[in-house]
């Protein structure tokens, strides 16, 4: 019992999170929980499809300079900073799609990364905003951490398949 009721309890923060970064983030995110090397346990996007099909089509994670950033340093990064290693143009075919005013975190904690990308359309984050969204994100990183083999195999699969929806939809 008090299992299931800890998983229910952190499949409510997931949702309450992810509900609020769709809020602060109009144009969408990108959550990357738990990378191992360049793989996530867990991926979240909320990106217009036809972004993440050009994106996945051309393959442009490889280039990203967002990605790159995210896998090697911690904190937080506006996009504008990273126009110089961007040698592919991948922040520059992201506003084409409206994706203008973004920023990147990325978190180290308990032995596990995590990294996000978070996008406005219309205006520059605020730093309340930037600082709700870096809340949110540390809650899905410390909620998606996972102890037993037989919780983590439970919450897995119901993170993967939220993971599904959001990113399909």
Same mark, same amino acid.
């Given at each position: +019992?008090?299992?299931?009721r800890?998983?229910?309890d952190?499949? /409510?923060v997931?949702?309450?999170?992810l509900?609020?970064?769709?809020?602060?983030?109009?144009?969408g995110?990108a959550? *990357?929980l738990h990378?191992?090397?360049?793989?996530p346990r867990f991926l979240?996007?909320?990106y217009?499809r036809?972004w +993440?099909r050009?994106?996945s089509?051309k &393959?442009m994670?490889?280039d990203?300079?967002?990605?790159?950033w995210?896998?090697?340093?911690? /904190?937080?990064?506006?996009w %504008?900073?990273l126009e110089?290693d961007d040698?592919? &143009?991948v922040? *520059?075919?992201?506003? *084409?799609? &409206?994706?203008?005013?973004?920023?990147?975190? %990325?978190?180290v904690?308990?032995d596990?990364r995590?990294v &996000?990308?978070?996008?406005?359309?219309?205006r520059a984050?605020r730093?309340e905003?930037?600082e709700?969204v870096? %809340?949110?994100?540390r809650?899905?990183?410390? *909620?998606t951490?996972?102890?037993?083999e037989?919780a983590?195999?439970? +919450? %897995?699969?119901?993170?993967?398949?939220l993971s599904?929806?959001?990113?399909?939809?």
């Open positions: +019992m008090w299992h299931r800890q998983k229910m952190r499949i /409510g997931v949702r309450e999170n509900a609020e970064l769709q809020e602060l983030c109009p144009k995110f959550v *990357a990378v191992n090397f360049t793989t979240f996007q909320t217009e036809d +993440m050009e994106y089509s &393959g994670v490889l990203d300079p967002t990605v790159r995210g896998l090697e340093h911690e /904190g937080l990064i506006d %504008a900073e110089t040698a592919k &143009g922040l *520059a075919q992201a506003r *084409a799609h &409206g994706l203008n005013h973004g920023f990147t975190l %990325a978190l904690d308990t596990s995590s &996000g990308s978070f996008v406005r359309e219309d984050f730093d905003e930037k709700q870096q %809340a949110r994100f809650s899905l990183h410390e *909620a951490l996972l102890g037993s037989q983590a195999a439970s +919450m %897995a699969d119901f993170l993967k398949s599904v929806e959001l990113t399909h939809r």
